[in-house]
């Protein structure tokens, strides 16, 4: 391939990554998830205490000669991923202890821009048969962005606050591994050692992703995360070097219905809605001038002026100045802060600005 090739979104590749990476053009992939092999080092098999076998991973793609040959490994793909991400794309890369800390040290080395590292605490975790150390419990997602300094990458705040019963999202995600009927098999046997859960998926791509963006994942393996982008209406580029893999991902996907447009819409950012100045409430006729303004406890008032002030006592100014004022605190957010009576009963002036938004919008 040449950097002349032309990005067929929605395609799953089979080849190495790191030439199907270098064929891409610059700048052409919003976001990447990465899920390589973790160079696992394991010698001999493992066994439960009732002597079966358990389905560890032994494949050849994740053997490697040394440390040295799995940091070549890690250096070039990155190299390539880097390249090909915009400037204000991201990336995510999984791992367990075994190779997460050589590939945090290579994603510095390059010039990645670590955001979060996020601790996935498995819920069913495979126990330690051997009982000689503790059980390992979690992987580590390394989020981050090619971007010195780490600006204008995407990150659905409100979204993830939403997905957590309005609480912020913390860096360490409590999720159950695969299994069940989600858990490809064949001939009784898992398809893939290392199958994502796909609730794990959901949660990267609502958080750092947006409809109609491009989601490149270089390790694609059964396609957990080209079912999750097509559920959630992005595009996906898939790269693999095992045929079979790839066969198991293209009827997975082919089986996966699109959300409706409606169905997809996050919270939006705060930051991203239109500002409404209290005035306009004002200049609209939802709060008429000479009314007064409450806190939730009735504890102050404030009288609006025609212009969008408000006074109290002394003080005259902006809610905000104002509620900041009265309280004898630094600052203070009026919209939360203030209320105005309807009824008798107190109600919160941003539900106003939330009216006048989606009339705008």
């Known amino acids: 391939m040449s950097n002349t090739y032309k990005i067929d979104r929605n395609r799953i590749h089979l080849g190495d990554s790191v030439q199907v990476l270098s064929g891409m053009p610059d700048a052409s992939v919003d976001l990447v998830f990465a899920d390589p092999p973790y160079n696992l080092q394991l010698s001999g098999e493992l066994r439960r205490p009732n002597n079966s076998k358990v389905e560890g991973v032994d494949d050849d793609w994740d053997r490697f000669d040394d440390f040295a040959s799995y940091d070549e490994f890690t250096t070039a793909w990155l190299t390539q991923v880097r390249r090909v991400l915009k400037p204000r794309g991201g990336l995510w890369v999984i791992g367990s202890y075994h190779n997460i800390f050589r590939v945090g040290a290579i994603l510095q080395d390059l010039g990645f821009w670590i955001l979060n590292d996020v601790v996935w605490r498995k819920t069913n975790p495979m126990p330690n048969f051997r009982g000689k150390r503790f059980t390992n419990a979690h992987e580590t997602l390394i989020w981050c ?52 859960p796909e609730a794990l998926l959901h949660r990267v791509l609502l958080a750092s992703s947006n409809p109609g963006d491009l989601v490149l994942d270089p390790f694609f393996g059964t396609g957990t995360t080209g079912a999750v982008a097509k559920l ?24 996966v219905t699109p959300l409706r447009d409606e169905d997809i819409d996050v919270t939006p950012s705060k930051r991203a ?38 006074v109290a006592d002394r003080s005259r100014g902006s809610i905000h100045q104002v509620g900041a004022a009265v309280q004898g605190a630094p600052a203070c957010n009026g919209w939360t802060f203030w209320c105005f009576e309807d009824r008798g009963q107190l109600i919160p002036i941003d539900l106003l600005r939330q009216k006048l938004r989606a009339e705008l919008n």
């Open 145 to 196: 962005t090619p971007s010195p300094n780490g600006k204008g990458y995407t990150f659905n705040y409100e979204a993830m606050k939403a997905l957590n019963e309005d609480l912020q999202m913390r860096s360490d995600w409590l999720l159950p591994i695969c299994t069940g009927g989600e858990r490809l098999k064949q001939d009784g046997q898992k398809a893939h050692p290392t199958q994502k």
């Open 232 to 255: 959630l209406g992005r595009d996906f580029i898939g790269i693999d070097a095992n045929p079979g893999y790839i066969d198991l991902a293209r009827a997975r996907i082919d089986a």
């Open 273 to 310: 809605l239109p500002r409404i100045p209290f005035g306009w409430l004002v200049e609209r006729g939802m709060l008429n001038p000479g009314a007064l303004l409450y806190d939730a406890r009735r504890r102050y008032a404030a009288q609006i002026r025609a212009d969008g002030s408000v």
